[in-house]
């Protein structure tokens, strides 16, 4: 098990920009998914972003072009850049960890079956 905890959320405007950090207390697998998420109130939770130990990405739709997932193995540390931002990126973002393969990483990922560590959040809001 891994203590994840996310920084950089904040109140920005529309069109602005902000990185998310994540630092995992440790990794526990070289084979890794790891993941962004988001909830916004009223909303059912949303997979944003995944990468996994060997680099290939994943982004929701809704980011495509807009966010980028990445990461330092070295400093245990995911990232999220946020560029373009709108209003409805407003939302409580998380971070999660899945430790070992399952046989995919992506939007499929689900807290509490699929993953196994996931930090406290950290909250962007953006206005317009």
């Known amino acids: 098990q891994a203590q994840l905890r996310e920084s950089g959320g904040a109140s920005v405007q529309a069109g602005g920009s902000l990185r998310l950090s994540c630092a995992a207390s440790r990794y526990t697998s070289s084979t890794y998914c790891m993941v962004w998420l988001r909830q916004a109130p009223g909303k059912a939770r949303e997979v944003v972003a995944t990468?996994?130990?060997?680099?290939?990405?994943t982004y929701a739709d809704s980011v495509k072009g807009r966010f980028a997932i990445s990461q330092d193995e070295g400093a245990n540390t995911l990232y999220l850049q946020m560029n373009e931002l709108k209003s409805e990126d407003t939302a409580m973002y998380y971070c999660a960890a899945r430790w070992g393969w399952i046989g995919f990483c992506d939007r499929r990922m689900t807290p509490g079956r699929d993953l196994n560590d996931w930090g406290q959040g950290t909250q962007v809001t953006v206005s317009s």
């Open positions: 990468i996994e130990s060997d680099g290939p990405t």
